[in-house]
Structure formats: C-alpha cells, structure tokens
C-alpha cells in the first residue's frame, strides 16, 4: 500500500515546458500533504512545490511564477505543471505523500534542461 507511480519528464530545451505527473496505487485512502521535491548533481534534496489537503500551496523561490502544482483526490494524484525551464531546474524530481504522519517517496525521475 501507499506506492506512488510517477510519469512524466525527460529532456526538454531552456524556455521550455513539461508536466509530471504522481498517482498513488496500491490503496484509495487520500493523502493528506503531496509535494515535489529536487536534487540536482551534488546538492541535497530540496521542496519544489507542497498542496495540502485545503489546497493551500508553497513554492520554493526559484519556481514561483513558473511551476505550478496541483491535485486530484478523485486519483490521490498530484502534478506539477513546468513551464519556462532554465538548465538549473535539472535534478532528479522525486514524487512525496504523507499520510497520518508516514511519508511515501516515488522513485525518482530525470528532468533534463539544455541550454
């Protein structure tokens, strides 16, 4: 119970856009808190985007106005809309649900911007 399947991401140019996406499986009990987080090459893992279960939001300073998250309790799914992609928003973009204080993490996946 509690996995969580993501898709989307790959390569995309600067200036450019990509949607990922994050479906918890396994179970149909909601999920409180769902976020996105980042790790670039050499750097820890920091928060990109949090929605909680009100539907509030936060960003991390260098998305705000570019990325936008967004849920689906209907799915207990997450998105993250990126537009106007720079190189340093390349990192390993991780999928993360909490629920009555457990955390689950999806696996991981690339998100490459060329210059």
């Known amino acids: 119970q509690g996995m969580l399947v993501e898709s989307g991401g790959g390569l995309v140019q600067g200036g450019g856009s990509l949607r990922r996406s994050c479906e918890g499986s396994g179970d149909s009990c909601r999920f409180h808190a769902m976020g996105w987080y980042r790790q670039a090459p050499g750097k820890q893992r920091e928060l990109v985007a949090r929605?909680?279960?009100?539907?509030?939001?936060n960003y991390a300073d260098s998305v705000k106005g570019r990325f936008t998250i967004s849920r689906d309790n209907a799915k207990n799914a997450v998105y993250l809309q990126m537009n106007s992609l720079k190189p340093e928003d390349t990192a390993v973009y991780y999928c993360?649900?909490?629920?009555?204080?457990?955390?689950?993490w999806g696996k991981g996946t690339l998100v490459t911007v060329s210059s």
């Open positions: 993360n649900a909490e629920r009555f204080g457990a955390y689950f």
């Open positions: 929605i909680d279960d009100g539907d509030s939001t």
